[in-house]
């Protein structure tokens, strides 16, 4: 039997890895993961596994988000510190929801009901995504970071390292708190999305903002702020008096 491993804190990865091991002598660990992005491309190139283990909170982001980016037929066995009400209500559809620290018991009793139920239908992905809907678990998810390509090779750059967006001849641009300067493909409409509200504000067609990066508000024209940055930029940063109501009480917050 092929079992896939998706965890993101190496410890708790290799202890899964011998407790699955030590339950079941014929398991092959294919492959152990540790992120939305690793998943994602793991996915791509590789068969399907008889069976994964994934834990539900990742280094970037919750791994529902794998589920909306790549087909996904293998039955889980879910593994998080969840309250005990969403896991017995997730009990009904799923093979397992395993809480942590994983007892080996409760692993090897796992492996056991899969075991049993590999003779009947087991649940889809698209049965999953119901029933995680159903228990308030499928919440949006925002990017955590971002690839970036730099000459010949790739990056990733956190999104805690980013201190802004810039737009600038319709091309957009990532900026870092060290002052290193990216640009991106994605666009500013797409970002507005994609980004977490608590952290992010589009402050303007040209800018979306780190609420860490606005380092002082002053009051301009007409009811509109004006905003000083870090690191600095040499356009003037204004929010207009449409958007200045909202950016205060996002500052608040």
Not at 31 to 37: G, R, Y
Not at 131 to 159: D, E, H, M, P
Request: proline share 3%.
């Amino acid at each position: 039997m092929k079992v896939l491993i998706i965890e993101d804190e190496v410890l708790t990865s290799r202890r899964m890895k011998q407790l699955i091991e030590s339950a079941d002598g014929s398991v092959e660990v294919v492959a152990t993961l540790d992120s939305i992005e690793a998943s994602v491309e793991w996915f791509s190139g590789n068969p399907q596994p008889d069976l994964i283990f994934m834990d539900i909170q990742l280094s970037d982001g919750l791994c529902f988000e794998i589920f909306n980016r790549t087909t996904i037929d293998s039955p889980v066995i879910f593994t998080t510190a969840f309250d005990e009400y969403a896991i017995q209500a997730f009990r009904v559809n799923s093979i397992d929801y395993l809480l942590k620290p994983v007892k080996a018991e409760d692993l090897k009793r796992s492996l056991e009901k899969f075991n049993r139920l590999k003779s009947h239908a087991l649940p889809a992905a698209k049965e999953i995504q119901e029933v995680l809907k159903k228990i308030g678990l499928n919440q949006q998810v925002y990017k955590t970071g971002f690839l970036i390509k730099t000459g010949q090779a790739f990056q990733r750059v956190s999104c805690r390292e980013i201190a802004y967006f810039h737009s600038e001849n319709k091309l957009t641009y990532i900026i870092l708190f060290s002052g290193k300067k990216y640009m991106t493909d994605y666009t500013m409409d797409t970002l507005e999305g994609e980004l977490n509200p608590s952290e992010f504000f589009r402050i303007s067609r040209q800018f979306i903002v780190s609420i860490s990066s606005v380092e002082s508000v002053h009051t301009f024209f007409s009811g509109s702020l004006k905003l000083e940055l870090r690191p600095k930029t040499t356009d003037e940063v204004i929010v207009s008096r449409r958007r200045a109501s909202s950016f205060r009480e996002w500052m608040d917050q």
